[in-house]
């Protein structure tokens, strides 16, 4: 269950931040996702953000230290979504 919404969450992040050279398959779910992992910047967590918020209706806080541990790698966003989910 947890891989296929990581797999989902990397369609979900490629969709929404426009990756057209990229594959599901080519991010690692612990890479990072900021600076020395993917390199995404504040717009594309904006963006990824509002997408999951659409997608699975999780919020967050825009600046918590909470949010950005979940927005560490594509694993700590699907552990957030899922746990989200079960609550």
């Not at 969450?9 to 990756?19: F, G, Q």
């Not at 890479?31 to 504040?42: A, E, I, W, Y």
């Not at 209706?57 to 979940?70: F, I, L, N, W």
Request: net charge negative; hydrophobic share 45%.
């Amino acid at each position: 269950m947890e891989q296929a919404l990581e797999q989902e969450i990397k369609t979900l992040l490629i969709d929404a931040l426009n990756l057209e050279d990229m594959a599901p398959e080519q991010i690692d779910a612990e890479q990072p996702l900021f600076v020395d992992g993917l390199g995404l910047d504040s717009i594309d967590a904006l963006e990824l953000g509002l997408a999951l918020q659409k997608r699975y209706g999780v919020t967050m806080s825009a600046d918590s230290e909470e949010t950005r541990r979940h927005f560490r790698s594509i694993r700590s966003l699907a552990a957030f979504v899922a746990a989200t989910r079960k609550s």
